[in-house]
C-alpha cells in the first residue's frame, strides 16, 4: 500500500499540519506581502529591496531565525497604524501572488488529506491574517499564524504572543489536538526546516518536504518521509493551466 493509499485508509479524526514558506509556496510569504504593501504605498522601494534580498538568501541557505525576526520586526512595523480590514484586504491581493508558486505536489498532499475529511490547517510565522486567507483560498480548515494585536479596529505593530515558530508551532498544534480530541500519532506535520522538529516530532507521521541539510539528516536517520521537489513542476502546472484556459 503506498503513503497516500495508507493515509486515506485511516480512520477520523485526523489533523495534517502545513508549514508554509518552500513547504507548500516556493519562496518566502513575507516577500510576497512586501510586494503588495509596497504597489499600495505601504513600504518604500527600498524597503522591498530589503525584503528581497533577505528572501535571496531565505531560499539559498534555509530558515535563520535572525533573519526571519529582523524581516518580520520591519515588517509590522511598515504596517503599523493601517486598518485591520486594509490588511485583510492586501492579504487577498498576496494569496493571488503566491497562488502559481504553490507546489502543486504539496498542493495535492493537502488536496487528498481533505478528501479523506481530514482536517488540514495552516501554520506559519507569516502574520496570522495572512496564514488564513491562504487556507481559505485552498479550502483549508483553518490558518495559524503569528497573531496581530488589533486595537479600534487599527493593527499596533505588535504581535498578541510568541512568532509561531520553531516549538511555539508544536505547542499551538498540541493545543489543538487537545481541543479537537485528535490522537497525534494518527495525525501529520510537513515542514522544510529543522527549525520545525519540535512539530514535526509532535505527530505520527512527519514529512520532511524540500528539507535543510539539518532536517534532511534528522528524518534519513528517524526514518521520515523525504519529499524533495522542483520548480520545474511549478512551471509544467503553471503550463497546464494556461492551455487550460486557452481552450475553455
Not at 520532511?208 to 511549478?234: K, M, Q, Y
Request: one cysteine or more.
Amino acid at each position: 500500500m503506498t503513503d497516500d493509499a495508507a493515509m486515506l485508509s485511516r480512520p477520523l479524526p485526523v489533523a495534517a499540519f502545513f508549514d508554509i514558506d518552500k513547504t507548500l509556496v516556493n519562496g518566502a510569504s513575507l516577500l510576497f506581502l512586501a510586494r503588495a504593501a509596497r504597489s499600495l504605498g505601504i513600504v518604500s522601494l527600498r524597503d522591498l529591496v530589503r525584503f528581497g534580498l533577505k528572501a535571496m538568501s531565505f531560499r539559498r541557505h534555509g530558515e535563520r531565525l535572525s533573519t526571519l525576526d529582523e524581516v518580520r520586526d520591519r515588517g509590522m512595523q511598515l504596517l503599523a497604524g493601517h486598518p485591520a480590514e486594509r490588511l485583510h484586504a492586501v492579504a487577498e491581493t498576496v494569496v493571488g501572488t503566491m497562488q502559481p508558486r504553490i507546489w502543486p505536489e504539496t498542493r495535492a498532499l493537502l488536496q487528498a488529506h481533505l478528501d479523506a475529511g481530514h482536517e488540514v490547517y495552516l501554520i506559519s510565522a507569516t502574520p496570522d491574517f495572512l496564514a488564513q486567507e491562504l487556507a481559505r483560498s485552498l479550502g483549508a480548515t483553518a490558518g495559524i499564524g503569528s497573531g496581530l494585536e488589533i486595537v479600534d479596529g487599527v493593527f499596533t505593530g505588535r504581535f498578541t504572543s510568541g512568532t509561531m515558530h520553531g516549538p511555539e508551532k508544536a505547542r499551538a498544534a498540541a493545543a489543538l489536538m487537545r481541543d479537537r480530541g485528535f490522537d497525534a500519532t494518527d495525525c501529520y506535520a510537513y515542514s522544510d526546516s529543522s527549525n520545525d522538529l519540535p512539530l514535526l516530532s509532535a505527530v505520527g507521521t512527519p514529512v520532511a518536504v524540500n528539507p535543510d541539510a539539518a532536517l534532511e539528516r534528522h528524518a534519513r536517520s528517524e526514518g521520515w518521509r523525504v519529499l524533495t521537489l522542483e520548480p520545474a513542476s511549478i512551471r509544467a502546472e503553471r503550463r497546464r493551466v494556461r492551455a487550460a484556459s486557452r481552450s475553455a
